[in-house]
């Protein structure tokens, strides 16, 4: 499964990810190659069978709906790069 | 005082419940010797020698009982309240958790003392530990030779006798997978016997908490602290019967099946040899050995690596530069630049590799062609396995196809390091428990022999894989520890 340059330049942007020019073609090698590999797949007859998502039979698993006290805003802006006014700031979003 | 290598969790027990040592004399014997020898195999990211006497001298002067007063060594993907938790990456160098993950809490309050957190592929991501943005983890049977991953700095500080326990993740063989090239003990639980709270995600349907050991009866001792149900992971369940600590001396009445076809092509002759041999012990102590079929097993490795990636891209996306850990931005960069450059300073060359395979597997046009076909290949994969234990009762095949590689061997070649985990990721998709315990040497090297069971059949797999350590007697003490000693 070959992939061209544009379909991985695509790709990072979905993903958020800036990639170097000299880094674009060395991906594209690299996932072909996966891919390649995973091509080995569609060699099953997989018509009817169902998907599984997750392998434990347990499903809509839920608590009490009850408040609780959530984590103090100070002990988690802590951790922000750039807390600003009690929140996380952010550069222009256009 | 006590030399630490070779020396169990439950002798640790035994000699503190005599009282011949203090936990502060346990503690400080351990932290010694990683001081002295961590340096050439770099096993922790972190030691935290005040925090661990602070603990262990509450201990000598309150008193103790059970597990309380053992040390423990933490992979570094498992959040630690005030204590930096970094997964190997370096977007998450410096990061202080302000919470302990589930799996934590409960080994604080059985009293364990964490004598830090160790090394491990970024994320989880790796089978040789090399993926660490830390530096790289050595073996301790062979400096020159990787430890296995991702939990590679948890099964070389057991081995390294740095400590008598460890935790580590195992997503698609990254707890059984070291432990078998460290010759150590290592256990992943039925998906949702521990929780994943405070577990640094990877892929969530598939990771799972557990145990490194010297022993097979050290690993129940810590499965009994760390399983059950967790409100905070909805996915956590509680065992159907307790985990209890294995006795049997014999495996009569126990049928283990060998997939013999999945095992014909790949594996490296001295593995093999060990392997066959552990079998024959198995026959020996009243096993019958049986036949068994996966016809779809040789498929889990490319159903994992579009089902693995595909949860990471989506679990990865919240190191973005705004709540916590690394921010790179530049003059003039909007929130998106800031997104980007943010992710590709942060994330290691593993990491961006599988982000971009998930994001392709799960982007509009290819969603039903790779991620829809790798689940319904996961269901054939299911469906293998419960057909085979319809005929056996465990089914034994080696954890890894080679011994513990060299260094650097395999970095270049993306798949060839991913098939290091072809005999662990078919359980990891069907949710399995399975174990590693070590059956020999193959060029001097520790070879591990997996145990895998029916969901919740812990209890089987324990006592099964105590049994056959008693007839392999294999010393798990690397080379230069056992001179020393000797």
């Known amino acids: ?37 995973v091509q080995e797949l569609s060699k099953l007859d997989l018509g009817d069978v169902a998907p599984t998502a997750h392998a434990l039979d347990v499903s809509n698993s839920v608590r009490p709906d009850a408040a609780r006290p959530s984590w103090p805003r100070d002990d988690v802006l802590r951790q922000a790069p750039d807390p600003a006014d009690g929140g996380f700031r952010v550069p222009p979003t256009a | 005082m006590t030399d630490t290598s070779g020396l169990t969790a439950e002798r640790c027990i035994e000699l503190l419940d005599a009282r011949e040592v203090s936990c502060r004399e346990l503690v400080t014997a351990y932290l010694d010797r990683i001081d002295r020898e961590d340096p050439g195999l770099h ?60 799996c934590v809490s409960r080994v604080k309050a059985a009293g364990l003392v964490s004598l830090g957190k160790t090394n491990m592929d970024e994320f989880a991501m790796g089978s040789s530990t090399e993926n660490s943005a830390f530096g790289v983890t050595r073996n301790p049977w062979d400096t020159d030779r990787v430890p296995g991953g991702s939990s590679g700095g948890s099964s070389a500080a057991v081995a390294a006798g740095f400590a008598p326990l460890a935790l580590g993740t195992d997503t698609g063989g990254s707890i059984r997978q070291p432990a078998a090239l460290c010759g150590v ?62 006795d049997a001396q014999d495996l009569r009445g126990v049928r283990i099946g060998v997939p013999s076809a999945l095992l014909e092509q790949g594996i490296e002759p001295g593995v093999r040899d060990a392997f066959d041999a552990g079998i024959r012990s198995a026959q020996g102590l009243g096993a019958e050995v049986v036949e068994v079929a996966l016809p779809h097993a040789g498929y889990a490795l490319p159903a994992y690596y579009l089902i693995a990636p595909a949860e990471a891209s989506a679990n990865l996306s919240r190191f973005d530069g705004v709540r916590y ?132 059949a812990e209890n089987r797999i324990l006592s099964a894989a105590h049994a056959l350590e008693g007839a392999l007697g294999f010393d798990p003490r690397p080379p230069a520890a056992a001179e020393a000693r000797a």
């Open chain 2, 325 to 456: 850990g690394l921010r790179c931005e530049e003059d003039g960069d909007t929130i998106i630049d800031m997104y980007g450059r943010t992710r590709a300073e942060g994330f290691g060359a593993e990491v961006k590799r599988r982000i971009m395979l998930g994001t392709y597997a799960l982007s509009a046009g290819y969603y039903d062609a790779y991620y829809g076909m790798a689940q319904k290949v996961r269901t054939r994969i299911r469906d293998d396995f419960q057909t085979a234990f319809g005929a056996c009762d465990l089914i034994a095949m080696p954890t890894s196809p080679t011994v513990a590689f060299r260094i650097g061997e395999r970095v270049g070649d993306p798949w060839a390091m991913y098939a290091s985990d072809v005999l662990t990721v078919p359980v990891n998709l069907a949710g399995l428990p399975g174990i590693s315990l070590p059956c020999g040497l193959s060029e001097g090297l520790p070879v591990g022999f997996q145990l895998v069971g029916p969901a919740f």
């Open chain 2, 185 to 246: 003990v290592g256990m992943k639980p039925t998906y949702g016997a521990v929780s994943r709270y405070g577990l640094i995600a990877f892929a969530s349907s598939l990771d799972q908490i557990g145990p490194f050991a010297l022993t097979v009866r050290d690993c129940a001792l810590l499965l009994q602290v760390i399983c059950g149900k967790d409100e905070c992971d909805a996915t956590s369940v509680e065992l159907p019967e307790p985990i209890a600590v294995p």
């Open chain 1, 1 to 37: 499964m070959a992939i061209s340059d544009a379909d991985v330049l695509h790709v990072a942007r979905l993903a958020r990810l800036r990639l170097d020019p000299e880094d674009v073609g060395r991906m594209r090698e690299e996932l072909s190659t996966i891919l390649g590999h």
């Open chain 2, 43 to 102: 096993a922790f990211l972190r030691t935290r020698r005040e925090a661990a006497l602070a603990e262990a001298d509450g201990f000598d002067r309150d008193g103790r009982t059970g597990l309380q007063g053992v040390p423990i060594a933490l992979k570094d993907i498992l959040c630690t309240k005030g204590e930096e938790t970094t997964a190997g990456s370096r977007i998450l160098a410096g990061h202080v958790p302000i919470y302990d993950g589930g």
